[in-house]
């Protein structure tokens, strides 16, 4: 159907060819998201996907390629973005959603972009490390009301884990894109 100077006109069905649609990215084990759901379901779902988008976008790279800086002029790196990853389920939901007093990871107010700068330490590890962390943000979401409320730490007014899980996963889909880009520069593997 298509709308023609306030007309609507049905067209015919025409089936898109199989090879027009966007490649899969290779060895994609990623559990799709419902088309019909309720909204917690839809939420939960989505963050997760783009949670093992950007994880199968490491999977496979050679150790010494994991913290190479492909795609100049950005210093970003699929080590470094899997540890500001880590950073961001810390801030949301555990600091200033669950309000848990321990100290912040990958991070210092003295070297505040350590997450994606300081990439000395094991990429195993830091993916180990990212995987917990995301487990435990699940604890925190399964737990909580989407109207719960944290405390935002810059303005100190509440924020609901609705908010939180809608920006999370825009801070997910973003980075997903970044990580294909430098994939795509390490081997050249593609597929959404």
Known sequence: MSV??????????????????????????????????????????????????????????????????????????????IRHLTCAEDWWFHY?????????????????????DDLSGDFDEALATWRAYCEHSREIVARSSLDDTGTVERTGEPVSLRRIMIHMIIEYARHSGHADLLREAIDGAVGQ
């Not at 939960?44 to 496979?60: I, N």
């Not at 912040?104 to 107010?109: E, K, R």
């Open 4 to 81: 023609v100077a306030g007309t609507l006109r049905v067209m015919a069905h025409t089936p898109i060819p199989e090879q027009n649609y966007s490649l899969v990215f290779p060895g994609d084990t990623r559990e799709k998201v419902p088309y019909v759901a309720d909204e917690r379901e839809l939420l939960v779902r989505f963050l997760d996907y783009y949670r093992a988008t950007v994880e199968l976008k490491c999977l496979g790279v050679a150790k010494d390629r994991l913290s190479e800086r492909t795609v100049s002029p950005s210093t970003l790196t699929l080590h470094g973005l």
């Open 96 to 116: 200033q959603f669950a309000g848990e007093a321990t100290p912040l990871i990958y991070y210092s107010d003295e070297d505040p972009s350590q997450d994606f």
